[in-house]
T-cell receptor, first 114, second 116 residues
Framework: DQQVKQNSPSLSVQEGRISILNCDYTNSMFDYFLWYKKYPAEGPTFLISISSIKDKNEDGRFTVFLNKSAKHLSLHIVPSQPGDSAVYFCAASAAQGGSEKLVFGKGTKLTVNP | DTGVSQNPRHKITKRGQNVTFRCDPISEHNRLYWYRQTLGQGPEFLTYFQNEAQLEKSRLLSDRFSAERPKGSFSTLEIQRTEQGDSAMYLC??????????????FGPGTRLTVL
């Protein structure tokens, strides 16, 4: 039973355009959501997070949107750059529910073409 | 470098051998986590420590796996009698452990285990 789903295995965008990566979850106990970026043979790098009490969080070119009623979140990257090409993982935790572990999706491979 | 460090970065072993990995968390981070990642999957939680105490273990952590954090600083993950199915990237993460609901985990570079 996959509690965090990233239904698009890959996404390709042109440099300068917007990249939108989507994530759905099923566990209503999740209260903290994170996006990580991963290059091959490296560990995940933290990008941005959002608490369930918010619906939007921005950090430079990265914005995360949370729709709790739809159990959906998305990561927007504007403008996209070739260096953004990597695998992006959505993760969630239910800290208030007593579980500190992160539950990850399978990832979306983003390719930004020059 | 003040990030999470893991050693070794790569380990090749024969089936049936024991292996041990080490993780050094970010200084003053109270929580330390172990995850495993296989090809095409996201990281899967194995276990985590709050200081020295091991507070949660996944069902993925069979009897052949043991993790320790004896002084609340570095941690070791040992796999006994390795099997080919243990081949994976083993990731360590740490977090400050100060804010219950917004505690961000920072990952190390991982240890790639190959069991022949």
């Amino acid at each position: 039973d996959q509690q965090v789903k990233q239904n698009s295995p890959s996404l390709s965008v042109q440099e300068g355009r917007i990249s939108i990566l989507n994530c759905d979850y099923t566990n209503s106990m999740f209260d903290y959501f994170l996006w990580y970026k991963k290059y091959p043979a490296e560990g995940p790098t933290f990008l941005i997070s959002i608490s369930s009490i918010k619906d939007k969080n921005e950090d430079g070119r990265f914005t995360v949107f949370l729709n709790k009623s739809a159990k959906h979140l998305s990561l927007h990257i504007v403008p996209s750059q070739p260096g953004d090409s990597a695998v992006y993982f959505c993760a969630a935790s239910a800290a208030q529910g007593g579980s500190e572990k992160l539950v990850f999706g399978k990832g979306t491979k983003l390719t930004v073409n020059p | 470098d003040t990030g999470v460090s893991q050693n070794p970065r790569h380990k090749i072993t024969k089936r049936g051998q024991n292996v041990t990995f080490r993780c050094d968390p970010i200084s003053e981070h109270n929580r330390l986590y172990w995850y495993r990642q296989t090809l095409g999957q996201g990281p899967e939680f194995l276990t985590y420590f709050q200081n020295e105490a091991q507070l949660e273990k996944s069902r993925l952590l069979s009897d052949r796996f043991s993790a320790e954090r004896p002084k609340g600083s570095f941690s070791t993950l040992e796999i006994q009698r390795t099997e080919q199915g243990d081949s994976a990237m083993y990731l360590c993460a740490s977090s400050p452990g100060l804010a219950l609901s917004t505690d961000t985990q920072y990952f190390g570079p991982g240890t790639r285990l190959t069991v022949l």
